[in-house]
T-cell receptor
């Protein structure tokens, strides 16, 4: 079993849809959870950063962490074609340490 | 926000030659930088952890004599792929932590270097 599991998709939605992306993990020591967006041939761009369990909202993006279930989610409201990218979940046990990444989910938002 | 600059963005080299990739933190000091490799449609895989002023720590399966890492200052780390072979062709990405981020700052990534070995 891999440490971080993420459905690679692809996921195709119409513009304006609510998108739900998620990851599961096996290491209960993970405390820091991140979502990155990666456009083709570019480095990952940090979207959301959460410590421990709970929800965090930033504009159209909401991140949820459920440590009891070892499950994290990213919700995108009112999705736009510019949201089309690969979304990577990442996590670590200690701040500033190397991240363990999911495989990434490719999202396509059509206008 | 914090910016990590990586150079070059793309390089093509002949088999057997060496290639150096630079990773700079532009507006913060980075005690630790990380080097990842990403194959097409795959996730980022950690290659090594680079600490300023000391030897890098390599992940299992990564040849330290092939992938030379130098972290000579708090704003610069370099990765040199020595005697490159076609199987080294990949997307190399560095990341850095803001040393003054209170120990709770996320990692910021460079834009990656696409290496093609012919």
């Amino acid at each position: 079993q891999k440490e971080v599991e993420q459905d690679p998709g692809p996921l195709s939605v119409p513009e304006g849809a609510i998108v739900s992306l998620n990851c599961t993990y096996s290491n209960s020591a993970f405390q820091y959870f991140m979502w990155y967006r990666q456009y083709s041939r570019k480095g990952p761009e940090l979207l959301m950063y959460t410590y421990s369990s709970g929800n965090k909202e930033d504009g159209r993006f909401t991140a949820q962490v459920d440590k009891s279930s070892k499950y994290i989610s990213l919700f995108i409201r009112d999705s736009q074609p510019s949201d089309s990218a690969t979304y990577l979940c990442a996590m670590s046990g200690q701040a500033g340490t190397a991240l363990i990444f999911g495989k990434g989910t490719t999202l396509s938002v059509s206008s | 926000g914090a910016v990590v600059s990586q150079h070059p963005s793309r390089v093509i080299c002949k088999s057997g030659t060496s290639v150096k990739i630079e990773c700079r933190s532009l507006d913060f000091q980075a005690t630790t930088m990380f080097w990842y490799r990403q194959f097409p449609k795959q996730s980022l895989m950690l290659m090594a952890t680079s600490n300023e002023g000391s030897k890098a720590t390599y992940e299992q399966g990564v040849e330290k004599d092939k992938f030379l890492i130098n972290h000579a200052s708090l704003t610069l780390s370099t990765l040199t792929v020595t005697s490159a072979h076609p199987e080294d062709s990949s997307f190399y990405i560095c990341s850095a932590e803001d040393r003054d981020g209170g120990g709770n700052s996320p990692l910021h990534f460079g834009n990656g270097t696409r290496l093609t070995v012919t």
